[in-house]
């Protein structure tokens, strides 16, 4: 059974950091893509970064870049997102997926499709 489980959530300043983790089991990493996902309210889910088998690029939502990271452990099957200088834009529900495919990360991001496999999602508030 394929199963995503996210943690490292919470509330935090802005300029703080966080890092979530996303522990997958019944399937390896390392032959899927993963993407971080969120959702804030009254908003459309957005994919803020991927990173796939098919390519060797690493996907990030411009309003990501140079402050969110994401890294995988293919031994531990765990895939983080290490987010930096957060804003309070950045709130929302993040949640982490992963499918089997040949998507580059940009397309696993960014196009409508259909994602398989969902983590249960969690929070990341920041504010003051």
């Known amino acids: 059974q394929v199963r995503l489980v996210e943690s490292g959530g919470g509330l935090v300043q802005p300029g703080g950091s966080l890092r979530l983790s996303c522990a997958a089991s019944?399937?390896?990493?390392?032959?899927?893509?993963i993407g971080w996902f969120r959702q804030a309210p009254g908003k459309e889910r957005e994919g803020v970064s991927c990173i796939t088998v098919y390519d060797r690029n690493i996907y990030y939502a411009d309003s990501v870049k140079g402050r969110f990271t994401i890294s995988r452990d293919n031994a531990n099957d765990t895939v983080y997102l290490q987010m930096n200088n957060l804003k309070p834009e950045d709130t929302a529900v993040y949640y982490c997926a992963a499918d089997a495919g040949s998507y580059t990360s940009r397309h696993y991001c960014r196009e409508k499709i259909t994602r398989n496999y969902w983590g249960q999602g969690t929070q990341v508030t920041v504010s003051s």
């Open positions: 019944g399937f390896h990493y390392r032959d899927y893509a």
